[in-house]
């Protein structure tokens, strides 16, 4: 019977977890906010998950490429196909692993920063001030960071 | 007297009220069939041990938490029965002084201020100006206003905190422990801005403190809590007076009495002949 019991309170312990996450999900894609209020935050935050993700992309990048470029080297001198060799870099670089290593990246790196940062605001009772100030922290915090990141990551 | 000055107090009209409110977190009961009344324009305190729940009382209010059974007015509106764009309405007329003051670390001290009225108005910016320059005068702090407030002390940070909770005149305003962590003077200038406000705007404050001599000082009605339930409730007074051992304990800071200085244990002597064994 407890066994039971315990079965039922974490099914439905797990069913409320799976809801607040896609409830957060749904109000960070489809909440509204103020473009213009939201302004500010948004050229801060191109600078700081854009720009400043773009060194440590560019860098892993010139990594592989030079990686490939070795490897490819030693394989198609034996058939004489050496000439090859850039056009094969380049297109496998930029084609096929840029958006993968650029997607994955971005991120590693934005991803941790912006959940360092809401984390952080979390933690010294911003987002609970601002439940109470009658905003809502998911319109206001959330969804243009949402927003903003799909933004900065599909150019 | 003071029965009389107590019931006075007690029979206006409240603009909070919890009745019958029950709350637990998970399986420990917090508060059990608790009922509160808090007076318009009264600074009323809730006082006890630490984790007893006061904090968790102020979020009740706010709506952030909800109780298991009971029901909590504000201004006449039933919090956990409202939707959520009416709870953002009542919200709109309460504010909440946090103990770490929350403000937005990213913003100046006017923007933090200016904050919730940019949010809530349409005003154009040189009214917005002067109303923060005039709620950062009240605290002491319009020279403090570009700063950020990682450059605040303690003391400041909770002052520029008061002015954003003032900012949009509110008809509640809720204090969670003020005075923790202030030195003398910081808590003086502290309880004479939140008396001062008090007075001033004819605010209804609730103030969450176990800063006993402060909060005898400024509050009006005072209630203890303990043991998930009010041991005690009166004016500064009737609370001195009580016969309550338990309130007695709490106001003298007496290490011992019904609330043990040891933790439950079988006796010493028992313990160590345990040991040897």
């Known amino acids: 019977m407890k066994a039971l019991q315990s079965l039922g309170k974490n099914t439905i312990e797990k069913m409320a977890s799976i809801g607040r996450a896609t409830a957060l999900l749904i109000g960070a894609i489809f909440g509204r906010f103020n473009i213009f209020k939201a302004f500010p935050l948004f050229i801060k935050q191109i600078y700081v998950v854009g720009v400043q993700s773009l060194i440590i992309i560019l860098v892993s990048g010139l990594f592989i490429g030079m990686v490939l470029a070795l490897q490819g080297y030693t394989v198609l001198i034996d058939y004489g196909a050496e000439d090859s060799l850039g056009p094969m870099v380049s297109l496998a670089l930029l084609r096929e692993l840029g958006p993968v290593v650029t997607a994955l990246l971005f991120a590693g790196r934005a991803g941790s920063a912006l959940t360092a940062e809401i984390g952080l605001m979390k933690a010294t009772e911003q987002l609970t001030s601002l439940e109470m100030m009658a905003v809502d922290p998911i319109k206001r915090v959330v969804a243009p960071r949402f927003g903003l990141v799909s933004l900065v990551c599909q150019s | ?277």
């Open chain 2, 1 to 277: 007297m003071t029965k009389n000055l107590s019931d006075s107090i007690h029979q206006q009209e409240a603009l909070v009220e919890l009745k019958n409110v029950t709350f637990s977190r998970g399986d420990r009961v917090i508060y059990d069939d608790i009922s509160l009344k808090f007076p318009k324009g009264k600074i009323t305190a809730i006082m006890g041990p630490s984790g007893i729940g006061k904090t968790t009382m102020l979020r009740l209010i706010g709506g952030q938490l909800m109780p298991d059974t009971g029901d909590i007015l504000v201004a006449g509106s039933n919090i956990p029965k409202l939707s959520r764009s009416a709870l953002y309405k009542v919200r709109e007329k309460m504010s909440m002084l946090f103990q770490s003051g929350a403000l937005f670390t990213d913003m100046t001290v006017f923007d933090n201020v200016a904050f919730p009225i940019r949010e809530h108005t349409t005003l154009p910016e040189d009214v917005v100006r002067t109303m923060v320059l005039l709620k950062l005068e009240a605290v002491g702090l319009r020279g403090a206003r570009d700063l950020m407030p990682a450059e605040l002390s303690g003391g400041m940070a909770r002052r520029a905190a008061l002015a954003r909770s003032i900012a949009l005149d509110p008809d509640l305003i809720m204090f969670d422990e003020p005075f923790v962590g202030q030195d003398p003077i910081s808590m003086g200038v502290l309880v004479r801005l939140i008396r001062d406000l008090n007075s001033s705007l004819n605010l209804t404050s609730i103030i969450v403190s176990h800063d006993v001599k402060e909060v005898m000082e400024i509050a009006d009605y005072l209630y203890i809590m303990a043991d998930k339930r009010v041991i005690g409730h009166g004016t500064t007074e009737e609370l001195l007076e009580s016969d309550s051992e338990l309130v007695q304990q709490f106001l003298r800071g007496e290490a011992d009495g019904p609330v043990p200085f040891h933790f439950a244990a079988d006796s010493l002597q028992q313990d160590i002949m345990m040991g040897s064994k």
